[in-house]
């Protein structure tokens, strides 16, 4: 039995695991000594292998291109110089008829690796000329990029995942970790056990409640209410560091000002919490030796996501609790590599490495490093991938090119992102699987998965780390980046790499803040945090030493904003409140962790609707009984599951299960500035079947 050393591909915990290989097969997965996970696995890291030895449990495995000649013909097998001429002449032919603007990409947050992400915001910015590249953090973690951006200068962790058993106070807010990230939960487990204070902030007594010290059961949609009142309280009841506040950071008189009418008494109707349980949490926030701010997607998919996350990182520097071991602020990435697209410049609005493409300066670096003229680069941000369907619709967007995600399951408002789908002129997918997407794509470019080759992935806490190939793929599939580069090639952009670390390479050469990442300092159990500038550098396990932040002025900057209701509210036609949350054992779309045997047996049923016992005896419904979700948008069947963890009028559904879609209810209300969809409240009914 061979063991070959790779990274979970399935969370933003970055867990370390050996795939056992014999005879060509993986036979089991084992936990490695990682430094976020020590030896230990969840569910999904100790089962969620046995798709690639393609067991056809539910979902084909695509295992050759395929070209579907007329919209709604079928699709035909082709070899790969065809798939490849066919798919370069289709995007030359629209570039050319409709502008560089009318083509979108999308790099991949899942198991591609940072070098294929790389690659493809390369081919959108050399080959098609814009800055139309964008991933899955647009749904989840978008706002705390664009607001830590600002008031802290990085968007992304400040501290480790390893650090996290270390601090004195955990303030959990909108993040469930115990089923997106089990083995994060271990370290609040860990912390606990140590004698930190919990406070979990979050309308479902989810898992991490039960061990809570404080638990602020809020109402959905009042967050930027309840982050308002806690810093009143810190400023009310003088628990906040002036001298932190007067040296390091800016905006406090104006932020004073503005969180002025939201004393905790205030607030009580909007929060649903009395004004002693909201003094209390920032009580014991403040006084704490070291505090860490965790959030989730509680926090990001809402409409006002960005000023929440503007609002905790104000509590933050309110208290001092950045740029030192055991404090900071943390939004733990979902998908295993959300923050290695983000870090490769998968972001319409930045290069890799953060380099704005609105800086001149940046554009003629990466210009020259590419060897294009200058005046090809597109000075102006990108487009979203929230915001394609309405641009395919208006014509603006003719032609998708999506790798390895799944927006017609995975976007908010299905019918509008159908809608969508249908206006653009061509599509194009490259998946491991036959996804809903990939069924209405134009090409399919087969490609190899997780386990099948190597890369470099980022987990949440910044940390690089490298996986190995265990078996050699089965079908006539490739590797992302080299699909990548033939098609650039075919477009007169000659673009070849000799292996990963060429092009790895690369991405050294144009981004300072990983430059001393090399990837022999990788090989094995390495995990190392950017920035790491010099090749002799260890790595930052926590950002803002010397309260030094990344702003353009070296302060934090405090920003509050008013609360917003959310945008659909209850009604008598409506009158629940519908939130999107996950299922422990299952990823995403459920493609990967679908076709693995283990983990499809512990959870097989499409997604439950879950509510309140009281509410559901106010419908007269039972337990497992069959019923129809309804929205503005559609509706769903699904199972109920009652439990009094869940909070009245709330409901909630799990997003990765294609029958009883949820999406199919969401609206894509998007935050103005991250364009990041309120999938998680909407006016929502049960009827009973
Ligand atoms: Fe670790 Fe996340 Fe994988 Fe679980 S899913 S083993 S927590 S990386």
Redesign the pocket.
């Known amino acids: 039995m061979n063991k070959v050393i790779s990274v979970?591909?399935?969370?933003?915990?970055?867990?370390k695991?050996n795939l056992c290989v014999e005879n060509g097969k993986i036979i089991k997965a084992e936990g490695a000594d990682g430094v976020t996970?020590q030896g230990q696995?969840?569910?999904?890291?100790?089962y969620?292998w046995d798709f690639l030895n393609d067991n056809k449990l539910l979902t084909a495995r695509l295992n050759q291109p395929m070209i579907r000649r007329k919209k709604g013909g079928p699709f035909e097998v082709v070899s790969w110089r065809e798939a490849i001429n066919y798919t370069a002449h289709k995007l030359k032919e629209i570039k050319e008829k409709y502008g560089a603007r009318s083509i979108m990409c999308t790099g991949s947050s899942r198991g591609t690796g940072n070098e294929t992400n790389f690659v493809m915001q390369k081919f959108a910015r050399a080959v098609l000329g814009n800055n139309n590249v964008d991933c899955c953090a647009r749904v989840c973690h978008g706002p705390s990029v664009a607001g830590l951006q600002v008031t802290l200068g990085n968007g992304a962790m400040s501290n480790s995942i390893a650090d996290i058993e270390n601090s004195d106070c955990l303030l959990v807010f909108g993040y469930n970790c115990a089923d997106s990230?089990?083995?994060?939960a271990r370290r609040v487990i860990k912390a606990k056990e140590k004698g930190a204070e919990i406070i979990v902030c979050d309308p479902r007594k989810i898992e991490t409640a039960k061990i809570a010290t404080q638990y602020l059961p809020l109402r959905n949609g009042s967050n930027m209410a309840l982050v308002n009142a806690f810093a009143y309280t810190l400023i009310d009841e003088n628990l906040y560091d002036k001298n932190y506040v007067n040296q390091h950071t800016e905006g406090f008189e104006e932020y004073k000002k503005a969180v002025q009418a939201y004393s905790p008494e205030a607030v009580e109707e909007i929060v649903g919490l009395s004004a002693l349980q909201i003094r209390q949490a920032m009580r014991t926030y403040a006084k704490a030796k070291t505090a860490t701010i965790m959030w989730g997607m509680g926090v990001t998919q809402f409409g006002q996501a960005v000023d929440v996350v503007k609002g905790l990182s104000g509590l933050a520097l309110l208290t001092g609790n950045l740029g030192k071991p055991g404090v900071g602020v943390a939004p733990v990435r979902g998908q295993?590599n959300v923050q290695g697209a983000c870090d490769m410049g998968v972001l319409p609005d930045t290069f890799p490495g953060y380099q704005k493409v609105t800086d001149a300066d940046a554009r003629q670096k990466f210009a020259r490093e590419w060897g294009i003229p200058f005046e090809s680069m597109d000075p102006d941000v990108g487009y979203r991938i929230t915001e394609v369907p309405h641009l395919a619709i208006e014509g603006k967007v003719k032609a998708y090119y999506i790798m390895g995600e799944d927006p017609l399951q995975t976007e908010a408002d299905l019918q509008l992102v159908r809608k969508g789908f249908d206006a653009l002129e061509f599509v194009v997918v490259q998946d491991i699987f036959m996804t809903k997407t990939a069924e209405q794509a134009d090409v399919i470019l087969p490609s190899t998965s997780w386990g099948e080759h190597a890369g470099i992935f980022t987990c949440a806490d910044r940390g690089f780390q490298r996986f190995e190939k265990a078996i050699e793929p089965q079908g006539n599939v490739k590797r992302d980046w080299e699909i990548i580069c033939l098609l650039a090639t075919e477009m007169g952009y000659p673009m070849s790499y000799a292996d990963n670390k060429a092009i790895w390479d690369e991405v050294r050469k144009l981004c300072p803040l990983f430059y001393g990442v090399t990837y022999e300092k990788l090989a094995g159990l390495a995990h190392i945090q950017w920035p790491c500038p010099a090749t002799e550098h260890p790595g930052t396990p926590y950002l803002y030493q010397n309260n030094a932040f990344d702003t353009p002025t070296g302060k934090g900057q405090l920003f509050a904003a008013q609360w917003r209701k959310p945008a659909e509210l209850p009604d008598d036609e409506y009158p629940l409140i519908l939130s999107t949350v996950r299922e422990v054992g299952h990823?995403s779309c459920r493609s990967m962790t679908g076709n693995c045997k283990a983990l499809a047996s512990l959870a097989d049923e499409p997604g439950y609707v879950q509510i309140n016992p009281e509410a559901a005896g106010n419908l007269g419904i039972k337990d497992q009984d069959i019923v129809w979700v309804e929205s503005r948008r559609g509706k769903v069947m699904s199972r109920c599951s009652i439990n009094d963890t869940i909070n009245k009028p709330a409901i909630y559904m799990t997003y990765q299960w294609w029958i009883g879609a949820c999406n199919e209810l969401t609206q894509d209300n998007l935050d103005p500035v991250s364009k990041t969809p309120e999938t998680k409240y909407c006016a929502a009914r049960i009827v009973k079947i």
């Open positions: 979970c591909p399935y969370c933003g915990a970055g867990c695991l996970n696995l969840c569910l999904k890291g100790l969620g990230h089990p083995i994060v295993n990823y």
